[in-house]
């Protein structure tokens, strides 16, 4: 298996980089709004013991008595809670510079890549991604449960993920276009580089490139991304922040 790696990435929008980079935060999402409806989203294994109907039998009101028909609604309202409201995930990629992340994430090469340094203390909580052709069960005690939520199947193995999660409950919260985003923020020195796509505008270029200077972020390395002429590569190319 492959070390941990000096940087994780974020491909984002420019408008998504512009408010990371100047406020310097690091966004976390609730997993009900993936793009992969399967992800942080385990089966459940509703076949429970008598041992376990006990447990559960003595944690309620005298005379209580379960079963699975009332057991089931219980553990799906759980697990969408978790999905929608209780937890938030940021995600990261060890990849640089790969073309289907620009093209999935980075607003179809016109975003932006940052860098993030991956041995800084505050990532130090960025667990890799598992991927796997069974999907992941959990029973009513969701034992292992954390290590569950971090396998994904095996169609998005490509992404190499690393991520992190937050309670929402202990994120600030920032609307845009009427939508709740959980924020935390991040020392500046976590913050490593700065890649624009090859599609990336010109003025958005100039414009974040210029506030650096402004953001305590000057000693980010700043790239650019070009076509290679002669093959399917992309090409970064060092940009000068005075």
């Given at each position: 298996m492959k070390g941990r790696p000096l940087r994780l990435y974020r491909y984002v929008d420019s408008a998504t980089a512009w408010e990371c980079l100047k406020e310097g935060t690091l966004a976390f999402t609730p997993p009900a709004r993936f793009n992969d409806p399967f992800d942080t989203n385990p089966a459940l294994d509703l076949v429970l013991n008598d041992q376990q109907l006990r447990a559960l039998a003595a944690e309620g009101p005298p005379g209580t008595t379960l079963n699975l028909r009332s057991i089931e609604p219980a553990m799906r309202k759980n697990r969408r809670?978790?999905?929608?409201?209780?937890?938030?995930?940021?995600?990261?990629?060890?990849?640089?510079?790969?073309?289907?992340?620009?093209?999935?994430?980075?607003?179809?090469h016109r975003g932006v890549m940052i860098g993030f340094?991956?041995?800084?203390?505050?990532?130090?909580?960025?667990?890799?991604?598992?991927?796997?052709?069974?999907?992941?069960?959990?029973?009513?005690?969701?034992?292992?449960?954390?290590?569950?939520?971090?396998?994904?199947?095996?169609?998005?193995?490509?992404?190499?993920?690393?991520?992190?999660?937050?309670?929402?409950?202990k994120c600030d919260i920032k609307m845009i276009s009427n939508t709740p985003v959980y924020i935390q923020l991040l020392d500046r020195t976590c913050f490593a580089s700065i890649t624009f796509g090859c599609k990336a505008e010109e003025s958005v270029v100039v414009a974040v490139s210029n506030g650096l200077k402004h953001w305590n972020l000057k000693h980010c390395e700043t790239w650019r991304v070009r076509l290679s002429e002669t093959t399917y590569?992309?090409?970064?190319?060092?940009i000068a922040i005075t």
């Amino acid at each position: 298996m492959k070390g941990r790696p000096l940087r994780l990435y974020r491909y984002v929008d420019s408008a998504t980089a512009w408010e990371c980079l100047k406020e310097g935060t690091l966004a976390f999402t609730p997993p009900a709004r993936f793009n992969d409806p399967f992800d942080t989203n385990p089966a459940l294994d509703l076949v429970l013991n008598d041992q376990q109907l006990r447990a559960l039998a003595a944690e309620g009101p005298p005379g209580t008595t379960l079963n699975l028909r009332s057991i089931e609604p219980a553990m799906r309202k759980n697990r969408r809670e978790f999905m929608e409201t209780l937890m938030g995930v940021a995600c990261f990629s060890s990849k640089a510079n790969d073309p289907l992340l620009w093209a999935h994430y980075g607003d179809r090469h016109r975003g932006v890549m940052i860098g993030f340094d991956a041995t800084h203390s505050e990532l130090s909580g960025a667990k890799r991604v598992s991927y796997s052709h069974k999907r992941p069960f959990v029973d009513i005690d969701a034992q292992g449960v954390s290590q569950k939520l971090l396998i994904k199947s095996r169609v998005w193995k490509m992404e190499d993920e690393w991520r992190m999660s937050a309670w929402l409950s202990k994120c600030d919260i920032k609307m845009i276009s009427n939508t709740p985003v959980y924020i935390q923020l991040l020392d500046r020195t976590c913050f490593a580089s700065i890649t624009f796509g090859c599609k990336a505008e010109e003025s958005v270029v100039v414009a974040v490139s210029n506030g650096l200077k402004h953001w305590n972020l000057k000693h980010c390395e700043t790239w650019r991304v070009r076509l290679s002429e002669t093959t399917y590569d992309l090409i970064p190319e060092r940009i000068a922040i005075t």
